[in-house]
């Protein structure tokens, strides 16, 4: 994984290089749909709608984004796996694609198999939050706060059994308290349930929070990164809040089904790549609370394989059970 103007420049790409369809002769010869397996508002949305508009100038085909939410995210990810392999049908994944291979030995498609990776699109850190009511400003008082009240304290999350949850489940079991899920199906659902104290806390990628955290609708207490994240350096990470060696961090990925030709996923690659490196785009994915990546697709798969693994192994050690 390399960051986007290193692969550009190793590339020899740069700003004003000519549409791939000019290179890739009959691709696209449709409009291009992007699954996204949750509701309007969070990473993998975030991700597809700000890169979709400049690719599909480059590409000379619209990017129509379809949001298909429901099982963390295994529908979208199933309609992309079945889709004929022309480049026509691409998912936006995020952290729970590598969940889902945890949790579900038995998903009707495989995780890593069924899918040609395009580009690892950005990373960002899961956003531990708070009504502002809550007494706790530091994940210290909070974890006292949760001991002295154990199970009395909610936190919303998007849905069950993703990186959210897991995030919440994982700390939990590291550092020793308790509090209780309360699941909603995206993001846009979980905001306003804690800014309205309908659940006291909320654990959501940066992307989905940041704009409520900035203007102090909710209170940000840690993220889960192993380091800070650019787009919120005054927020500090779980492991220096007093929980070492902690990290659960999300992330962004666009996929293709297996089979795509290898010409049109390096097409995609090199139009995402050359998306990502522009200022606006950058500026609008860091203003959402993601670092920008990019990578080459080989890197984008061994990426989604290893994180898959990781997963793998700390829901077999924390014991997590699908429901």
Same mark, same amino acid.
């Given at each position: ?17 000519? &549409? ?6 009959g ?11 949750? &509701? ?39 309609? =992309?796996?079945?889709? =004929? &392999? ?33 580009v690892?699109?950005?990373?960002a ?8 009511a ?31 949850h ?5 700390? $939990?079991? =590291? ?9 909603? $199906? ?56 007093g ?13 293709? &089904? ?8 390096a ?12 200022p ?19 890197e ?11 997963? =793998?192994?700390?829901v077999?050690e ?5 429901n």
């Amino acid at each position: 994984m390399v960051r986007v103007g290193v692969v550009c420049a190793l590339w020899g790409l740069g700003a004003a290089a000519a &549409p791939a369809n000019a290179q890739t002769a009959g691709y696209p010869s449709k409009p291009i749909r992007m699954l996204v397996g949750f &509701p309007v508002g969070g990473g993998a949305d975030i991700a597809a709608r700000v890169l979709g508009p400049r690719m599909s100038e480059r590409l000379g085909q619209q990017i129509i984004v379809d949001n298909r939410p429901g099982a963390g995210s295994a529908i979208a990810s199933e309609i =992309t796996a079945k889709a =004929t &392999p022309d480049g026509h049908t691409l998912v936006s994944i995020g952290s729970s694609h590598a969940v889902n291979a945890a949790l579900y030995p038995k998903l009707p498609y495989r995780p890593a198999a069924d899918f040609s990776a395009i580009v690892l699109v950005a990373t960002a850190p899961v956003a531990i939050t708070a009504n502002p009511a809550v007494p706790a400003k530091t994940l210290k008082e909070l974890m006292a706060l949760a001991r002295a009240r154990p199970g009395q304290l909610n936190y919303g999350s998007a849905g069950v059994n993703g990186i959210n949850h897991l995030a919440a489940e994982l700390l $939990k079991r =590291t550092a020793h308290f308790d509090i209780t899920l309360v699941p909603y $199906k995206g993001v846009a659902q979980a905001l306003p349930a804690v800014m309205a104290g309908e659940v006291q806390l909320m654990f959501a990628s940066l992307p989905g929070s940041i704009d409520q955290i900035r203007t102090g609708r909710i209170r940000a207490i840690a993220v889960t990164s192993a380091k800070r994240s650019n787009a919120a350096p005054d927020i500090p990470t779980v492991a220096e809040s007093g929980v070492p060696g902690y990290e659960a961090s999300s992330w962004f990925a666009f996929l293709a &089904p297996a089979g795509t030709p290898k010409r049109i996923v390096a097409q995609l690659n090199t139009e995402a790549l050359m998306t990502l490196q522009t200022p606006e785009v950058r500026d609008a994915l860091i203003r959402q609370g993601m670092d920008p990546t990019g990578s080459t697709p080989g890197e984008a798969d061994a990426y989604l394989r290893a994180e898959i693994a990781k997963w =793998t192994r700390v829901v077999k050690e924390a014991g997590i059970r699908a429901n």
